[in-house]
T-cell receptor
Framework: AQSVTQPDIHITVSEGASLELRCNYS??????LFWYVQSPGQGLQLLLK??????LVQGIKGFEAEFKRSQSSFNLRKPSVHWSDAAEYFC????????????FGRGTSLIVHP | EAQVTQNPRYLITVTGKKLTVTCSQN?????MSWYRQDPGLGLRQIYY???????DKGDVPEGYKVSRKEKRNFPLILESPSPNQTSLYFC???????????FGQGTRLTVV
C-alpha cells in the first residue's frame, strides 16, 4: 500500500527566507507525486507534479520539487517566501497508471513572519 | 470556466437527519472522489468513482453513500449523520492517466 509522510506539522519562516517542506513516500514501484496548496477557506490547488524525466520539477508560484528515489523523497522548495505563501501544503502519491487513487499526507502548515 | 462545484458550502444539521452534498464538474472527467479533511489527519478518501455507475470505497466509507448516475455529478449522501461526521468535505475530479485532481471549494458540515 502507498503512504505519504510529511514530518513537519508546522513550519515558520521569515518573509524572503528560503523554504523546504519535506515529503517522504512509500510505494514499491514508480509513483505519481504531487504537491498541492490550500489557502484558508479554499480548495486545493496543484503546485506541481512528477512522474518521470527530470527529477527537478518546476511548478507555479516559484515553487520547485526534487524527486530522490534513493531517499523516497519529494521535497518542495522555494528560494524566497512571500507572505502570500502562508497556507497548508499537501504532498500526495499515486500508483502509476490510469486508475491511480492518490494518498495525501497530513499536511504542513506554513507560517510566514514579516 | 472549468470547475468543480459543491453545494452547500456550509451546513449545520442534527443527528440522524439525512442530507446530501452535491458535487458537479464541467470538465468531462472520468474520475471523481470525495474526501474529508480533519485537523492533523489530512485528507482521507471516502469514496471514489472511475466512471458512471462505477464506485468504490476509499479509506473511510462508513456512514456515507454515493452514486454516479451521470458523468458530471457525484453526490455524497449521509443517511443518518452523527457528530463524528462533522468535518470539511472536498469533492475532486480528474481525467484518466497521469493527471492532477481538481478540487471543489469544500463543504463545512457540522452535525449537532
Amino acid at each position: 500500500a502507498q503512504s505519504v509522510t510529511q514530518p513537519d506539522i508546522h513550519i515558520t519562516v521569515s518573509e524572503g527566507a528560503s523554504l523546504e517542506l519535506r515529503c517522504n513516500y512509500s510505494y514499491g514501484a514508480t509513483p505519481y507525486l504531487f504537491w498541492y496548496v490550500q489557502s484558508p477557506g479554499q480548495g486545493l490547488q496543484l503546485l506541481l507534479k512528477y512522474f518521470s524525466g527530470d527529477t527537478l520539477v518546476q511548478g507555479i508560484k516559484g515553487f520547485e520539487a526534487e524527486f530522490k528515489r534513493s531517499q523516497s523523497s519529494f521535497n518542495l522548495r522555494k528560494p524566497s517566501v512571500h507572505w502570500s505563501d502562508a497556507a497548508e501544503y499537501f504532498c500526495a502519491v499515486g500508483a502509476a497508471g490510469g486508475s491511480y487513487i492518490p494518498t495525501f499526507g497530513r499536511g504542513t502548515s506554513l507560517i510566514v513572519h514579516p | 470556466e472549468a470547475q468543480v462545484t459543491q453545494n452547500p458550502r456550509y451546513l449545520i444539521t442534527v443527528t440522524g437527519k439525512k442530507l446530501t452534498v452535491t458535487c458537479s464538474q464541467n470538465m468531462n472527467h472520468e474520475y471523481m472522489s470525495w474526501y474529508r479533511q480533519d485537523p492533523g489527519l489530512g485528507l482521507r478518501q471516502i469514496y471514489y468513482s472511475m466512471n458512471v455507475e462505477v464506485t468504490d470505497k476509499g479509506d473511510v466509507p462508513e456512514g456515507y453513500k454515493v452514486s454516479r448516475k451521470e458523468k458530471r455529478n457525484f453526490p455524497l449522501i449521509l443517511e443518518s449523520p452523527s457528530p463524528n461526521q462533522t468535518s470539511l468535505y472536498f469533492c475532486a475530479s480528474r481525467l484518466r492517466g497521469f493527471t492532477e485532481a481538481f478540487f471543489g471549494q469544500g463543504t463545512r458540515l457540522t452535525v449537532v
